[in-house]
């Protein structure tokens, strides 16, 4: 079984920044893919930021140039570092991991953790 566990979340104007973290516990398993989607109101969940093992990343094209996401193998850790934040930003932010385990994949998310962005 694998946890994620987010941190970071919070309230900031528009223009500022704020860093999300993730790191996943458990055993037995080769994280893939690490990343985040974000879920605001009324609204689907969607792809905020991924990255591989091999440090490819993918952006969603609303937050390319102001969103960067980062991971630490060794801590089994993601981050989301968000500058520019806009009051569109605001939803829950929820950690993604892709493991492989037992031969096969296995997705996890965490908890979810709110970021506002006031106007």
């Known amino acids: 079984q694998v946890q994620p566990v987010e941190s970071g979340g919070g309230l900031v104007q528009a223009g500022g920044s704020l860093r999300l973290s993730c790191a996943a516990s458990?055993?037995?398993?080769?994280?893939?893919?690490m990343g985040w989607y974000r879920q605001a109101p009324g609204k689907q969940r969607e792809l905020v930021a991924t990255?591989?093992?091999?440090?490819?990343?993918n952006y969603a094209d609303s937050v390319k140039g102001r969103f960067t996401v980062s991971r630490d193998n060794a801590k089994n850790s993601v981050y989301l570092q968000m500058n520019s934040l806009k009051p569109e930003d605001t939803a829950v932010y929820y950690c993604?991991?892709?493991?492989?385990?037992?031969?096969?994949?296995?997705?996890?998310w965490g908890q979810g953790t709110q970021v506002t962005v006031s106007s």
């Open positions: 993604y991991i892709r493991v492989t385990s037992i031969g096969a994949l296995w997705d996890y």
């Open positions: 458990g055993s037995s398993f080769v994280i893939n893919v």
């Open positions: 990255i591989t093992t091999g440090d490819t990343t």
